[in-house]
């Protein structure tokens, strides 16, 4: 039963990737520009992530190390400091995007412009981080859909840092492919459906998407 729990709750936190400020902006953008044309891209793309957070999960259920910790052990730190830094540039960015989408999903659900959100929204992503444990983020947050932090590579370093915290193991192997396949699937058929959407209702009417009241 707790496998279960996993792979349902793997596939919810997989989906919250497809789902965050920047890939509903740049599939609805690529739908209203190019039609149906970037379907293959999106299809494609979906395929190899599935590939690729399995082997991550792989890895960290047999050699018991995250890629973080085995980068680092392997190349040692000189060679692991550069994708560290490029990593934390690229987290900071993005970071900063999902704040304002944050911001301005909550002005349009309550009419008070977003840029009265900006110090309540940090300070309670402020408090997540400092107060909340690794659980509570991949748990609580994952449910809500709201894990809305750079997808590639910050996906892999999570997924992998996640296998070791709930101490996976070779038994873990089937869930770590069926949460892998099923997540990064459903995932990517939702932003397959926002660019359908986009391309049936923007592209005919000329309309590009510059803004989320759109």
Known sequence: MSKIFEIVLGIVTSVGGFLEVGSISTVAQGGAL?????????ALGGGCVIFLVEMAGRFAAVGRHTIVDAMRERFGFNFFVWPLAALTLVNSLVLAAELGGVRVALELATGVA???????VALAVWLLLWKGTFGVIEKGVSLLGLVTVVFIPYLFYFYSSGAIEDEWDEQYLPVNRAIAAMGMGFGSLISLAVLVNAALLFQPRGIQVEHYAQ
């Open 34 to 42: 190019c039609g149906l044309r970037l379907t293959w891209a999106i």
């Open 114 to 120: 977003f840029q009265w959100w900006a110090l309540p």
